[in-house]
């Protein structure tokens, strides 16, 4: 009896542990998809509107790249959700670190960009256009021709993983050198959003006490506060995923079932939401 006892209880664990992961799977397919939709619809309206404007300022020049950034990142969602749905991975161990990669350069690039546009509005920066493309060019060639290969070369090579799973690199990440390198992308992140955050709202405050009660009619607060989009979208989008990670990396040495894997996956989903930000463009949230 006793026996039989332990054999349901962990008959009935196993089934609430598969009811868990079929509905985090469902919510990483829905994301995905919405982001998918989305983003694409964000990218192509964008394009148009920027195309007929033809305008060639320094927000121009980081919106392109935005939008570069996004159609790259868009680009890599099929190769996941086909992976999600089919719960395999078919496309070699090359694409599946390269789908990896993506992601979080995208992550960490957009953020970058949305430092500067704030920066820029924040203490009223004007830059020549060869100065701006020059910057913008040295943030690209620093992805594409330093980080990139870095990544390629030596995520996930430390540890053997299936070849038919992929974006599971948790083995990886107990390694000492890399939970120095997130507790670094982690630290900088929120202290570059706690600062600028505070820097932003204290501006918005003095120019709403300016202005009151016409502030809405005052082109500079209007900047201002469209400015605090950006820091909404890191708020949103990108520091769930870094707290997060600051809670996997010191317990997933523990996690012997897996079980944090689906909630790495969905946080790290909610990153490619920055993406949906070219549709508050078209909707006029932000400029």
């Known amino acids: ?61 980081i919106i392109i790249s935005l939008l570069v950034l996004h159609t790259f990142m868009l680009l890599s969602i099929p190769f996941r959700l086909s992976y999600y749905i089919l719960r395999e991975w078919k496309f070699g161990w090359f694409a599946c670190k390269l789908a990896s990669a993506i992601i979080y350069l995208h992550m960490y690039t957009t953020f970058a960009f949305y430092v500067a546009i704030i920066i820029i509005r924040l203490f009223q920066f004007e830059f020549r256009k060869c100065y ?93 506060a469209k400015s605090f989009f950006f820091i909404l979208v890191t708020l949103v989008c990108f520091m769930p995923h870094h707290v997060f990670r600051v809670y996997y990396i010191q317990n997933c040495h523990l996690d012997k079932d897996n079980k944090l894997l689906p909630y790495n996956e969905i946080f790290l989903a909610l990153t490619t939401m920055c993406c949906l930000d070219m549709l508050c463009f078209i909707a006029g949230i932000a400029h």
């Open 1 to 61: 009896m006793p026996n039989s006892s332990v054999t349901q209880q962990n008959h009935s664990s196993n089934e609430t542990l598969l009811d868990t992961s079929e509905r985090l799977r469902t919510i990483l397919i829905a994301l995905y998809i919405i982001n998918l939709a989305g983003g694409i619809l964000g990218v192509v309206m964008m394009s148009h509107q920027l195309f007929q404007r033809r305008s060639r300022s320094v927000m121009t020049t």
């Open 132 to 224: 701006t493309m020059t910057w913008v060019a040295a943030v690209w060639m620093v992805g594409v021709l330093v980080i990139t290969p870095v990544l390629l070369l030596y995520y996930g090579t430390s540890k053997t993983y299936h070849s038919s799973k992929c974006f599971q690199f948790h083995k990886d990440i107990q390694e000492v050198p890399m939970v120095v390198i997130n507790y670094c992308l982690v630290g900088v992140l929120v202290a570059v959003c706690a600062v600028l955050t505070t820097l932003q709202l204290s501006a918005m405050y003095r120019l709403a006490v300016k202005y009151w009660p016409d502030i809405n009619s005052h082109v500079e607060f209007r900047a201002q």
